[in-house]
């Protein structure tokens, strides 16, 4: 899209200010460490749910055997 209209256009139709559109889009390219950090502890969550039969919370309690 930005290869058939001005970014400055795009931003004014978007009521984006260019220079929020280019912080935006170096976020995007680089991830930060929090970004970094969130990306490994959702795959840690993933893992951890499908060890655990995919199954978590009250599910997971409902399904144990009762005394």
Do not use: N
Not at 4 to 11: F, Q, S, V
Not at 30 to 43: F, I, K, N, V, W
């Amino acid at each position: 899209m930005k290869a058939d209209y001005p970014i400055r256009a795009l931003c004014e139709a978007f009521d984006v200010s260019p220079s929020g559109y280019y912080d935006w889009l170096q976020r995007q390219a680089e991830p930060g460490p929090r970004a970094q950090e969130d990306q490994q502890l959702s795959q840690q969550v993933r893992q951890i749910h499908q060890q655990s039969r995919q199954t978590y919370g009250a599910m997971a309690e409902s399904r144990k055997p009762r005394c």
